[in-house]
């Protein structure tokens, strides 16, 4: 399951929502980019931590914490442990 996929549960379990990658309001039931990644944010620091991404996607349970740690690093291109939204994609696979 891709990450987007995991994302796109995880959301829907919360209400119901699908993921686009239109612009902010363009679509009122559609949650875009940079609204994930507000979601998954939840200390609001402006980065997502490897605790926040693995919180969120091990709350599915479907993925094991390699598979979460492996797509994690993917969008972590600067190694620096935390995800920026320059570096956020939900589409990464």
Do not use: Q, W, Y
């Not at 119901?16 to 990658?21: A, E, F, N």
């Not at 009122?28 to 998954?40: A, Q, T, V």
């Amino acid at each position: 399951m891709t990450c987007l996929a995991v994302i796109a549960l995880i959301l829907a379990c919360a209400t119901t929502v699908h993921v686009t990658t239109a612009a902010p309001g363009e679509d009122d039931n559609s949650l875009n980019p940079e609204e994930i990644f507000g979601l998954l944010d939840t200390d609001g620091d402006g980065f997502i931590s490897r605790e926040e991404f693995g919180g969120a996607l091990g709350n599915h349970g479907s993925e094991t914490e390699a598979e979460i740690d492996a797509e994690f690093d993917k969008m972590d291109a600067n190694n620096d442990d935390k995800i920026s939204p320059e570096e956020f994609d939900p589409n990464i696979h």
